[in-house]
């Protein structure tokens, strides 16, 4: 599980039956330290509605299924479980950052 | 499940015998700023992807349940979409390189 911001949206009409009506966000881990390399941005279906620059909590495996309705197999393992309202991480601005900006 | 792009196909003969059949291509995630830095990874085609394609990869059990033999394969990456077109950071992501930017 990891906090992380929506950058984007992925559309796809040929994909597996698991994936229809689905929205699928694309969600960058958040960085700690701005000098870690650059982490590849996950996938993640999206069953709350999280709009593109909202910080999400985004669950894997069998959690993210469970978040889809019950412990079925589906053809994903990422989803977001939920949306960030506000948060306090040691020594670090990008919260604060985050929230001025949600304020206006 | 990341966004990849189809690099390559590889072809084994001599093989895991639960792998006998599957379609293996070789995918590169995307990564925002540098492109070029991501490493390969070989995933089952499960959809009929061309070299070029955008397409959403997915890992572990995920990718078992898509590939449909079963769970106990010797697998554990699959290609279970092929993408339309993506917005990130404001952009525009084409099915192919090709199409970027385009509307």
Known sequence: ?104 | MYLATVIGQVWATRKEPTLSGLRLLVVQPFKRNHPDEASTMVAVDTIGADVGERVLVVMGRSARHAIGKGHDIGFQCAIVGVVDGAEIDGKRIGQTAADDGAQ
């Open chain 1, 1 to 104: 599980m990891f906090l992380g911001k929506v950058i984007g949206e992925v559309w796809a009409t040929r994909k597996v039956r698991d994936l229809e009506g689905k929205r699928l966000l694309v969600v960058e881990r958040l960085k700690m330290d701005p000098s870690e390399a650059e982490v590849t941005p996950v996938i993640a279906a999206d069953p709350l509605g999280a709009d593109v620059d909202e910080y999400v909590v985004v669950a894997f495996g069998k959690a993210a299924r469970v978040a889809f309705g019950g412990d079925g197999d589906f053809a994903f393992e990422a989803a977001i479980v939920g949306i960030v309202d506000g948060g306090q991480v040691p020594s670090k601005d990008w919260f604060e950052t985050y929230k001025r900006e949600k304020e206006g």
